[in-house]
C-alpha cells in the first residue's frame, strides 16, 4: 500500500470548493453531535527563530464517512525576507482511521483556504438572508477569493464589493472575478453594506464600524488574543454564532469584548455545528434569528480533517498525485 503525495497544484485542481463546503458542514454537524475528536491546538514556541509550530489533529465520523487527520503548520514572520519562504506553511498527515497508515501527504496550506471559505460558506446558508445576493469583502487577501467561491456555492451573488488598503490588490481581484460578477473596488462602509460580508484582515482595532440592518458577518481575520476587526457596538447588536466557544473566546473577533466584559454567555446565540444539526434554529426557521447576524471563525481541524479528505477522495479518483512508499513493509 502506497501514500500519496498532494502538493498544492494537486490539491487545487481536484477539490472542488462545493464538496469542500458539504464536508464541513458534515464535519460541523458531526462536532455537534459529539462524533468528533479535537484535541486543543498545541504550540511549539521558538523565540529564537521569531516562530512557532503549531499541531491540529483531529478524527470526525460524518456517517457517511469518516477521517483522521493531522496539520503540523508554523508562524514565522521572517521568512520571505530572510529566506525566501511563505510566513505560513502547512502539512497535512490525512490517515486511515481503521488501520492507521498514513494515505496522503496533503499541502496543508490550500487546504486551510479552502476550508476557511467553506466554513464562512455553511455559516452563510444558515445565517444570511434567502435572497442575499450582494457581497461585501474587507480585505483583498488570497483568503478573499475563496470566501467568494465558496460563498458562491450557497448564494445566488451578483454583485461584490471589495475594500483593502493596496489598490494593487483590489484591481488584482476585480480583474479575476469581473467576467462572473458585478466586481469593483469600493470603501469600507459601501462593502458593509451588502447582504452578506466577510472581513479577512488582521488589524486589532475595529475597522468595520456599521453594517446593513439583515446583513450577515463572516468575521474571518481574529486568529490570535488581541485581534479584532469589528466594532463593539456592532456585535453587542447582532446575533452571535461560534465555531468554538474556547478558541473564540481566547482568539476570536469576540476575544476582545469577551475579556473586556463587553460580551458574556448571554450574548452567544449558538455554535455554528448546533444550526447546522438542526439543533438550534438558523435564519431560515421563523424561530431563527433576525436583523444583523455574526459568525466569529476561528478554524477548526475537523475542518482540516473533512476537506482533506475531498482532497484525498477526488485526487484518488483521478490518480493524481503521486503515489510512494513511506511506511515499510516488515512487520
Known amino acids: ?14 477539490t472542488g470548493v462545493a464538496a469542500v463546503v458539504e464536508a464541513v458542514a458534515d464535519a ?16 511549539i514556541d521558538l523565540p529564537q527563530y521569531n516562530g512557532d509550530f503549531r499541531s491540529m489533529p483531529a478524527y470526525l465520523d460524518a456517517g457517511d464517512w469518516d477521517a483522521a487527520a493531522v496539520k503540523w503548520v508554523n508562524v514565522h514572520p521572517d521568512n520571505r525576507q530572510r529566506f525566501g519562504l511563505p510566513t505560513v506553511m502547512g502539512t497535512i498527515v490525512y490517515s486511515d482511521p481503521e488501520t492507521a497508515f498514513p494515505l496522503a501527504l496533503i499541502d496543508g496550506t490550500t487546504i486551510t483556504r479552502l476550508r476557511t471559505g467553506a466554513a464562512a460558506a455553511v455559516a452563510t446558508r444558515e445565517l444570511a438572508s434567502a435572497d442575499a445576493t450582494s457581497l461585501g469583502l474587507v480585505g483583498a487577501g488570497t483568503q478573499a477569493n475563496t470566501q467568494l467561491e465558496a460563498i458562491a456555492t450557497v448564494r445566488d451573488i451578483e454583485e461584490v464589493i471589495i475594500a483593502d488598503a493596496d489598490p494593487e490588490a483590489v484591481e488584482s481581484f476585480v480583474a479575476a472575478f469581473e467576467d462572473r460578477f458585478d466586481a469593483r473596488g469600493g470603501t469600507i462602509e459601501q462593502a458593509t453594506q451588502c447582504d452578506v460580508v466577510s472581513t479577512t484582515t488582521p488589524v486589532k482595532e475595529p475597522i468595520v464600524e456599521a453594517v446593513g440592518p439583515e446583513t450577515h458577518v463572516n468575521a474571518i481575520g481574529a486568529d490570535a488574543a488581541g485581534k479584532h476587526e469589528i466594532a463593539d ?17 481566547h ?13 458574556d454567555d448571554g450574548d452567544i446565540y449558538a455554535e455554528l455545528g448546533e444550526i447546522v444539526a438542526g439543533e438550534v434554529p438558523g435564519r431560515d426557521d421563523p424561530a431563527g434569528p433576525e436583523g444583523v447576524t455574526v459568525f466569529d471563525s476561528t478554524g477548526l481541524a475537523i475542518q482540516d480533517v473533512a476537506a482533506a479528505h475531498v482532497a484525498y477522495e477526488h485526487a484518488t479518483e483521478a490518480d493524481a498525485g503521486t503515489p510512494f512508499d513511506l511506511v515499510g513493509t516488515e512487520i
Open 1 to 14: 500500500m502506497q501514500t500519496r503525495l498532494l502538493p498544492a497544484e494537486v490539491v487545487t485542481e481536484h
Open 28 to 43: 460541523f454537524a458531526a462536532d455537534a453531535r459529539g462524533d468528533v475528536q479535537m484535541p486543543a491546538k498545541s504550540y
Open 233 to 249: 457596538a456592532v456585535l453587542e447588536a447582532a446575533t452571535i454564532v461560534i465555531d468554538d466557544y474556547e478558541q473564540c473566546t
Open 251 to 263: 482568539s476570536g473577533e469576540i476575544n476582545v469584548p469577551w475579556g473586556e466584559g463587553v460580551l
